[in-house]
């Protein structure tokens, strides 16, 4: 692959998955300024399985998010180490036929 179609498919990984860990976070404090039915706050039972609700579904997004960024930080680390390498073996190689 070139390295414009690399670049383009590591921002296409980092970038949405920061984006879906920022919105966990705000939708974590957004949702939880919403104002629950008196029924909800009432009962305990209800009350604290809305609150694990929407502790799990904070945590999926920002895991989902944390895995594209990550595969995206891990994709520009490779393609970076197989360009330093592929330009470490061209020196060597250069540098073999000077000696020769």
């Not at 390295?3 to 404090?29: I, R, S």
């Not at 061209?90 to 000696?99: L, M, Q």
Request: aromatic content about 10%; hydrophobic content about 50%.
């Amino acid at each position: 692959m070139d390295k414009h179609k690399d670049k383009q498919t590591e921002n296409l990984l980092m970038y949405p998955g920061m984006a879906l860990m920022c919105a966990a976070v705000a939708y974590f404090y957004l949702a939880g300024l919403v104002r629950l039915p008196e029924g909800v706050v009432q009962d305990t039972l209800q009350l604290a399985l809305w609150q694990l609700e929407l502790v799990r579904e904070t945590l999926a997004l920002f895991v989902t998010g944390a895995v594209l960024a990550a595969g995206g930080w891990g994709l520009s680390v490779f393609n970076a180490w197989r360009r330093w390498s592929q330009a470490g073996r061209h020196s060597a190689a250069i540098v073999d036929k000077e000696t020769e």
